[in-house]
């Protein structure tokens, strides 16, 4: 007989899209649920009662007023960034100069590659993440190092070899030749491996030559069942020297659909300063967007339009952007998405900030069906939240008359002590 774990707790529960339907009709606590898991899939999600009565042989973890969540996915990250997160003073075309690509240059030694992309995972699992979409850096073995290491933990990662051939220091530039090569022989090596998922990765227009970009698009169409990663329009100096770059382009992201790399699997990060008519091809052509709230308050970017973006339908993640984000854990990233929210208006609702960092990240990378959800048949990657971490969140938490008043200071004060305990694939990590 199959093995089968039965978590109780509280259980987030997803019915719909909280940021175009009201939060209160797409999401739910069951105050006393049960997820069911056997072979490393979520088999069964209901009344704990109910699950205990039906499954009397399972192995019984309970949770009691713990928050049994979907593990938290964060749609845009730097793993090769992990050391040298928090550099002060930069923005960004300054601050990839003086300390990302110095950093990067480091992960050309394959044992150093394989260190930082363990270091990675676990810090990353202590905060509660269990999918992350990654860049890497121009060498393969980058790859390579951190889908070694999630498939060791059984976990599913998305990257893909950070492409740039112009603007870039030397022993970091590829050419366009290679770039395509090296993630074509990438693709065939980990794309559906296990659960590798691989993204074509331009890191963004002003590092790489038009030949670049059009051998990139080339690639995609012919491999349309990988995502696409890239950035856009993060930074008002960033986008005048795209401007300058790419003299016939219609606007920012015209560069990337001239050559082939818009699309429904395209996962533009950051996208704050945008044209209407860039809103408006991506409405149209189905592309995903990634808010990256504590680097776009780091490095000084600006505040992304959530509420007007997600009006429009367009499928958005949320990411930390690890290091130009200052913060590895998604609890942190949702507080600061409410933040720029309040400065755009918008008080983003405790539902549809938990709904973000899991459900649409997910969504945002077309995994799911695979992660994101408490739902049977998906992969059984849980985070279990502690609502009372620290005697602050606890104070405040003990006045709560509502499960969103209990799990908002949560959100807002809480870090990696609030991560109880992560699943990933039916295994506990520790
Ligand atoms: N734009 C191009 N590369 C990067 C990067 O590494 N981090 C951020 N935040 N923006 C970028
Ligand atoms: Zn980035």
């Not at 559906?192 to 670049?212: D, H, K, L």
């Not at 930390?320 to 929210?341: C, K, N, P, Q």
Request: charged share 20%; glycine share 8%; proline share 4%.
């Amino acid at each position: 007989m199959t093995h089968k774990t039965l978590l109780l707790g509280q259980t987030l529960l997803f019915d719909a899209d909280p940021m175009t339907h009201a939060w209160s009709d797409a999401v739910r606590v069951d105050p006393a649920g049960g997820v069911l898991i056997s072979d490393g899939h979520i088999t069964a999600v209901s009344d704990g009662a109910t699950l205990l009565r039906d499954h009397p042989q399972s192995q019984v973890v309970d949770y009691a007023d713990g928050l049994i969540c979907p593990g938290f996915v964060d749609a845009h990250v730097h793993y090769p960034q992990t050391a040298m997160i928090a550099s002060w003073g930069k923005r960004l075309i300054d601050w990839l100069n003086t300390y990302t690509f110095p950093e990067e240059l480091r992960l050309s030694d394959p044992a150093y590659a394989a260190e930082i992309a363990a270091r990675y995972l676990d810090l990353t699992t202590a905060c509660g993440t269990t999918t992350v979409c990654s860049f890497t850096t121009i060498h393969p073995h980058s790859v390579d190092a951190l889908f070694d290491a999630a498939a060791a933990r059984g976990q599913c990662v998305v990257a893909g070899k950070t492409c740039m051939d112009r603007n870039a220091p030397d022993g970091l530039r590829d050419t366009a030749q290679s770039a395509y090569d090296d993630s074509k022989a990438l693709i065939a090596r980990w794309q559906g491996q296990g659960r590798a998922q691989y993204a074509i990765t331009p890191r963004f227009s002003p590092t790489s030559s038009v030949e670049q970009l059009s051998a990139l698009g080339a690639l995609w169409a012919e491999h349309p069942e990988c995502l696409m990663q890239t950035h856009l329009s993060e930074q008002v100096d960033e986008i005048a020297w795209v401007r300058d770059l790419y003299p016939d382009a219609r606007d920012y992201l015209d560069t990337y659909e001239t050559h082939g790399l818009l699309g429904e699997r395209g996962v533009f990060g950051h996208a704050i300063h945008l044209t209407p008519r860039e809103v408006d091809r991506i409405a149209e052509t189905g592309a995903a967007l990634v808010h990256c709230p504590t680097s776009n308050t780091f490095i000084g970017s600006g505040l992304f339009d959530m509420a007007g973006l997600a009006a429009r339908n367009i499928p958005v993640g949320l990411a930390t952007d690890t290091g130009g984000g200052s913060s590895f854990s998604m609890l942190r990233t949702m507080a600061a998405a409410y933040e720029i929210g309040q400065l755009r208006g918008t008080a983003l609702h405790p539902a549809q900030l938990m709904w973000l960092a899991t459900a649409g990240s997910a969504r945002s990378l077309h995994l799911q069906d695979q992660i994101g959800h408490l739902r049977a048949g998906g992969y059984a990657d849980i985070t279990v939240l502690d609502l009372a971490s620290t005697p602050a969140i606890a104070q405040r938490a003990a006045q709560a008359e509502t499960i969103w008043e209990a799990v908002f200071p949560t959100i807002m004060m809480g870090d990696d002590r609030a991560i109880r305990d992560v699943w990933i694939a039916g295994q506990l990590q520790r």
